[in-house]
């Protein structure tokens, strides 16, 4: 019987590469809910295509506007929009998998919906673990779900697990395992040889030129100021029960090493492949079986070198202070909201890149909250920290 799946962020990068893999697998799997945010003439061809029995869009307006084309189709598909749909459709009873691609805090709620309905979550939402971190996992033992990471880096950590680690996502004692160290590796984003001089002058379309990578907008400026692997550090503490000493972060320019683990017998343990995300949806799909895309296959002998760093502390200042923001939750939650305004405001070209650094390093000074106790002191921590840096830009356009 085919897999049912509910795609929450249809038209995101993600989403799109989930849905390549559901085509390349069509007699596996089946598109039974579709959920987007205002991009209505995507979600028309993706709901042409896969025939969807619901999808979702962030507002009225855009649902609206689907409903009409989707009627001028001549398709029957129920339409709704807002974040409680989008929690309707992440936990229906007929759902067999939940893919949680939507960016940005926004996919927390409907990601929770999924994870307490029991379903098996592929996690690509970074900020559900960044903000949630361990009440996010306790949600997932208690409902019984099933959560499996999506970003290549976590993905790839989990296929050099142990079986009775990945069984026991989150709880694992790596020691206990003979893990010494999780490696997260991290390209160095498209400004790795820009001189630290002309940072601060580098343009939002500067940022999207990844050199390995095609992603959304905001996740390609994370990329630029290495925040991304910031927060897959913080998510990889949560996600596999690991402390500070037991992750490192390496710069490793190809791309073609994933992510790493350090057994304490000295072998070391690397996930490899080319720099393609529908890899790793195929295995959290398919998991613990595989399954065939048709995707490029790496060719070992044009590879002309594999290399590896430490990264710069002044090039890549939003590393170090996630690294640092990890050792409490709710100094993740100040980070997250907090990078998300900035990098907002650098794609509107309110602030300069290197700006955005110093506006995390500025609010996370000034601002002090007890760890959360639940998801609603969660959202307000989250709340108060994007008031401060919306006050904290402010001053930035005022002063430049």
């Given at each position: 019987m085919k897999k049912k799946l509910t795609i929450l962020g249809s038209t995101g990068s993600i989403g799109i590469h989930t849905l390549t893999v559901i085509q390349q697998n069509s007699e596996k799997f089946a598109v039974h809910a579709l959920v987007a945010g205002y991009n209505t003439e995507l979600m028309t061809k993706q709901c042409w295509e896969f025939k969807p029995k619901w999808a979702s869009m962030a507002s009225r307006r855009a649902a609206q506007h689907l409903k009409f084309n989707l009627n001028q189709m001549g398709l029957a598909i129920n339409v709704l929009f807002g974040i409680e749909s989008a929690c309707k459709l992440a936990s229906l009873e007929e759902i067999d998998i939940v893919m949680s691609a939507i960016a940005g805090t926004v996919g927390l709620a409907p990601t929770l919906s999924a994870i307490k309905a029991g379903k098996r979550v592929l996690l690509a939402n970074k900020e559900s673990l960044v903000i949630c971190g361990r009440l996010l996992m306790d949600a997932v033992r208690m409902h019984n779900a099933h959560l499996l990471p999506v970003d290549s880096e976590h993905n790839a950590i989990f296929q050099c697990l142990p079986k009775p680690v990945q069984e026991n996502l989150g709880y694992a004692s790596l020691k206990d395992h003979g893990i010494s160290k999780i490696i997260l590796t991290g390209s160095g984003g498209p400004f790795r040889f820009v001189p630290l001089s002309k940072l601060e002058s580098m343009t939002p379309e500067q940022a999207f030129s990844h050199p390995n990578w095609i992603m959304g907008k905001k996740i390609s400026v994370d990329s630029a100021s290495m925040m991304n692997k910031g927060l897959e550090y913080i998510e990889a503490k949560h996600l596999f029960n690991a402390s500070s000493k037991q992750i490192k972060v390496v710069l490793h320019p190809q791309s073609i090493i994933h992510s790493m683990i350090h057994y304490i017998d000295g072998s070391i343990m690397a996930q490899m492949g080319l720099p393609d995300m529908r890899t790793h949806i195929a295995h959290v799909m398919a998991y613990p079986d595989r399954i065939s895309i048709n995707i490029p296959q790496l060719n070992f002998?044009?590879?002309?070198?594999?290399?590896?760093?430490?990264?710069?502390?002044?090039?890549?200042?939003?590393?170090?202070?996630?690294?640092?923001?990890?050792?409490?939750?709710?100094?993740?939650?100040?980070?997250?909201?907090?990078?998300?305004?900035?990098?907002?405001?650098?794609?509107s070209q309110k602030i300069r890149f290197t700006d955005i650094a110093v506006i995390i390093q500025e609010v996370l000074d000034n601002l002090y909250y007890k760890e959360p106790k639940n998801i609603e002191e969660v959202m307000f921590i989250d709340n108060q920290a994007r008031k401060k840096a919306f006050l904290c830009i402010k001053k930035f356009m005022y002063e430049r």
């Open positions: 002998y044009s590879l002309d070198t594999l290399s590896f760093g430490k990264p710069d502390k002044k090039r890549y200042p939003c590393l170090y202070l996630a690294i640092e923001a990890s050792l409490h939750q709710a100094t993740t939650i100040i980070l997250n909201a907090v990078n998300e305004i900035a990098v907002s405001a650098f794609l």
